[in-house]
């Protein structure tokens, strides 16, 4: 590991997890002096989170791992949700393709595997330092920076380090959390789950999806992991508490009511409270939370670990803009103002499906049987899990006037599979970070009037035609073919003809012509260039 000996840091980052990790290798490659805190001395070698979205691999593609990553996963298989009598009641089924981000829709993975490739990935980043076995002991914010105090746990010596950001991404009971006073909204979910991780040692009779087991008796989840790793949820009945199953013996008797435990070799078992939190102030000053330490949630959904990195991913344009590109620095606010909406949605949705899930009164699971029943027979249920992952609503998207959210704003920006030459690859390896104007016909770009074209160049926007030129593009514009025809339906499906991107694959907005382009950009200029200035401390940050 690469460590540096300094106290001057652009960013320090406290908690290696997948969103520490993540949010380290997007600043790293952006040429930002990094360091990372962790009280641990290697990675925890047991699974815990075990599934992600196309979301969480397209940003993993932005860090230059994704193929890395993808070859030790696994497609979800899709969900079974089974009432009292063992009937099916609700279902859901991947996505279909085309993939609309070019990345399986859900996937399951082993976490220890999926750390030990971010971490590989920071060492390749001379100006990334990292210090395990140090916990974070407390912090002094100002208007330019942050002052950093940490222990060192082998030996109790205490150093203090300067950096321009400080982020807490070390988990649920972040330290980082409380030394800011950041409050937290309790979505009233508290409940006791037995975690148990196997893996198969033979031939074992399982279903080939995953299955939520909606009874009374006792609720639970069993979860198909990658290769031979398979994962049981169990809820914790009246009566129970964590204490009852510290034994295998005990592990083992309940675990024999969902599957014939023969074959199975026990990994890990862990009691957890599965809490339904977000924390209400995402920052202070020049400090900032992602991940556990900012939202906690059941893991119906299967979203923990998606959020963490949607938060790394947000932030880490938004940071590099203000620094970098000289943004105004309220963009920083809209972190947490887009973040916690977003992800207080998902809590929300995990929630709803752990009451579904867990309901233990027979009559009342009866009657959720019949009414959840009669929706997927009537084909009124929905059956896809990305359809409960909102767009974003809050934050820098563009507005009609009247205030609401502009069409196709809010939106993730899809990503086609595009051929230049003979070579076929995703969109996004062809582009750096950064705010694109994608369009199917080269000749919208005449639309820029000299305003737009001022704000354009000022954020560092870039030009893409994704279709079937018929002339050469502009130097400077990338040009090519679609292979599957997927842009070109989505953005007739929004009506417009050309689509302003942020640098994390959201939509900012569309436009269908030429006064809807120019107001697009006059938006997006008050809301990035009003009042911004390079400050001096800018100057000392590494250029991407």
């Keep these: 590991m690469n460590t540096r000996q300094t106290t001057d840091f652009d960013i320090v980052i406290v908690g290696y997890g997948p969103s520490g990790a993540t949010f380290a290798k997007l600043m790293a490659q952006r040429g930002y002096r990094i360091a990372v805190f962790d009280q641990a001395g290697a990675i925890y070698d047991k699974p815990r989170a075990i599934t992600a979205d196309q979301e969480v691999m397209r940003v993993f593609q932005e860090c230059g791992l994704a193929d890395e990553i993808a070859a030790t996963t696994a497609p979800h298989p899709g969900t079974d949700f089974v009432g009292i009598e063992g009937q099916v009641i609700k279902r859901f089924y991947p996505a279909p393709p085309p993939h609309l981000l070019a990345w399986e829709p859900t996937w399951m993975f082993v976490q220890p595997e999926l750390e030990a490739t971010l971490r590989r990935g920071l060492e390749r980043h001379p100006q990334f330092a990292t210090f395990l076995r140090h916990e974070f002991t407390g912090c002094e914010p100002w208007e330019d920076g942050v002052r950093v105090s940490v222990r060192r746990r082998d030996d109790g010596a205490v150093f203090t380090h300067t950096a321009r950001y400080l982020i807490g991404a070390d988990g649920g009971r972040s330290a980082v959390r409380r030394s800011i006073d950041a409050t937290i909204e309790d979505l009233a979910f508290d409940e006791w789950w037995m975690v148990v991780d196997a893996w198969l040692r033979g031939p074992v009779d399982l279903p080939g999806r995953c299955v939520q087991y909606c009874r009374p008796s006792r609720p639970g989840t069993y979860i198909v992991g990658p290769e031979n790793l398979r ?103 809209s972190y947490g103002l887009e973040r916690k909406q977003h992800v207080r949605t998902i809590v929300s949705h995990a929630k709803d499906f752990g009451l579904i899930i867990g309901e233990l009164d027979p009559q009342a699971a009866r009657e959720r049987d019949r009414e959840l029943g009669e929706q997927l027979a009537a084909g009124r249920s929905e059956s896809v899990r990305q359809k409960f992952i909102p767009n974003l609503e809050t934050g820098l998207i563009a507005r009609n006037d009247d205030g609401t959210r502009a069409d196709g704003a809010g939106e993730l920006f899809v990503q086609p599979w595009v051929q230049q030459g003979e070579d076929v690859r995703r ?42 030129p018929s002339q050469p593009a502009p130097q400077g514009v990338l040009a090519v073919r679609e292979r599957d025809g997927l842009f070109g339906r989505w953005l007739h499906a929004l009506g417009a003809r050309a689509v302003i991107v942020r640098p994390d694959h959201y939509v900012f907005g569309t436009a269908s012509n030429a006064a809807g382009l120019q107001a697009l950009l006059a938006q997006l200029g008050e809301a990035l260039l009003a009042g911004a200035a390079v400050d001096e401390g800018a100057a000392a940050v590494a250029e991407a």
């Design 231 to 333: 994962r049981w949820e169990i809820k914790l009945l009246p009566g129970e508490t964590p204490d009852d199953f510290q034994t295998e013996a005990s592990v083992i008797e309940v675990l024999s009511t969902f599957v014939d435990t023969t074959r199975l070799e026990l990994c890990r078992t862990a009691i957890y409270r599965f809490h339904a939190l977000v924390v209400n102030e995402w920052r202070d000053q020049r400090v900032f939370l992602m991940g556990d330490a900012a939202h906690q949630m059941p893991p119906f959904l299967g979203q923990g670990l998606c959020a963490g990195i949607r938060d790394a991913v947000n932030l880490a344009w938004k940071i590099d803009g203000v620094e970098r590109l000289g943004f105004d620095a309220q963009l920083l606010d």
């Design 427 to 468: 969109l996004d390896d062809l582009l750096p970070p950064g705010f694109l104007f994608v369009t199917d016909d080269a000749e919208t770009r005449a639309w820029f009037d000299a305003g737009s074209t001022d704000v354009w160049a000022r954020i560092g926007g870039r030009d893409v035609v994704v279709g079937a």
